[in-house]
């Protein structure tokens, strides 16, 4: 009986897992936009200094501050010729008060499994309403940046298009916040990670903004995915900001856009 039932809830999951790679793989025909909502949500609660600085810091967020995301995203997809004005729009949800956990160290597939559901169980039941019902949902999780000086490796599910993206609480790191969201964004929209996991070196050549350049380095931008711009062969830095960074080729294929590409 329990064998049955096991087998029936999972040929559920199953089908509904199908179901959902199905949409995504329509939706990345682009014919219309994505909305983006995001929440935050200030990690440090529990800490009542830290947590007075993130929330201030948060309250004065507005969807203004998440404009230059859609902007960078137009710039980016007009270089590849997508015919869309605006593939990205970013709207500013709600706070949210309940912190997603975060996925699990090992490399259970089991275990990963079950926090992806759980993960899209905490999406629906944290999901203020926006403006437009959204297409994906990130979660910025606001630290503070003297009590969590380095910030854990954010998370995004392509399946069920939701994010746990870590960020700073402080307005001195807004530009490269928006680095990390987008780069997550994209995740969202089945696009890989292009840098070594250990070293965080981007991977040539589809981790460098500029992979047949001469001299190779320093290279000038970074490839979103890749992360960071190659200053030589063993050392790479982050971003300041978009404007440092650029969608590659292999990038563009994996999120549906036009296979005629333009170098920057």
């Known amino acids: 009986m329990w064998k049955s039932l096991r087998i029936f809830i999972l040929l559920i999951i199953l089908g509904t ?35 007075t600085e993130v929330n201030a810091y948060i309250n004065t967020l507005t969807r203004n501050d998440f404009e230059p995301v859609a902007a960078y995203f137009a710039e980016e997809a007009a270089r590849y010729d997508l015919g869309m004005r605006r593939p990205v729009e970013v709207l500013l949800g709600d706070e949210v008060h309940e912190i997603p956990a975060a996925p699990p160290k090992n490399n259970s597939l089991l275990d990963t499994i079950v926090w992806s559901l759980k993960f899209r169980l905490f999406a629906w039941q944290n999901s203020p309403k926006v403006s437009v ?14 009590i969590n000086p380095v910030l854990s490796h954010s998370t ?17 790191y807004a530009k490269q916040n928006l680095v990390i969201l987008a780069h997550e ?21 589809d981790g460098f903004a500029e992979p047949d350049k001469q001299p190779l380095y320093p290279q000038d931008f970074a490839e979103l995915m890749g992360g960071r711009v190659p200053i030589n062969a063993s050392h790479a830095e982050i971003p300041k900001s978009l404007a440092q960074t650029i969608i590659g080729h292999k990038t563009a294929q994996e999120i549906g856009w036009l296979k005629s590409v333009q170098t920057k």
């Open 133 to 146: 019902k959204p297409d994906i949902k990130l979660y910025l999780l606001y630290h503070h940046p003297k």
């Open 17 to 51: 897992v199908v179901q959902q790679t199905f949409l995504d793989k329509a939706d990345l025909d682009w014919k219309d936009n994505f909305y983006v909502a995001v929440y935050p949500i200030n990690v440090d609660a529990g800490n009542p200094e830290a947590a």
């Open 185 to 205: 964004l994209l995740h969202t929209l089945t696009a890989t990670d292009k840098y070594d996991l250990n070293s965080t070196h981007p991977i040539f050549p």
């Open 156 to 172: 995004a599910l392509n399946k069920g298009r939701i994010g746990r993206v870590n960020l700073f609480g402080e307005a001195k």
